[in-house]
């Protein structure tokens, strides 16, 4: 078992760092959906999702700009 680990020693290392590097990444993006932000970084316009994204802002500001 110990010469196992220690001939797989770095594939075991880099394996840890590219997991804690990906799990990183789905916290920000799940901190950042938390918070409203967009996860594409361009502006909604054109976007043919746009509706489905961000329904309960465009809802609000309907409403404000009816009232």
Not at 11 to 35: E, F, N, P, Q
Not at 50 to 66: D, E
């Amino acid at each position: 078992m110990l010469q196992w680990l220690s001939s797989n020693l770095a594939t075991i290392l880099i394996c840890l760092a590219l997991i804690a590097i990906v799990a990183a990444i789905i916290t920000g993006m799940v901190r950042d959906k938390k918070k409203g932000k967009s996860s594409c970084g361009c502006g909604c316009e054109n976007c043919a999702m746009s509706a489905a994204c961000h329904a309960a802002k465009q809802g609000s500001i309907t409403k404000k700009k009816n009232a």
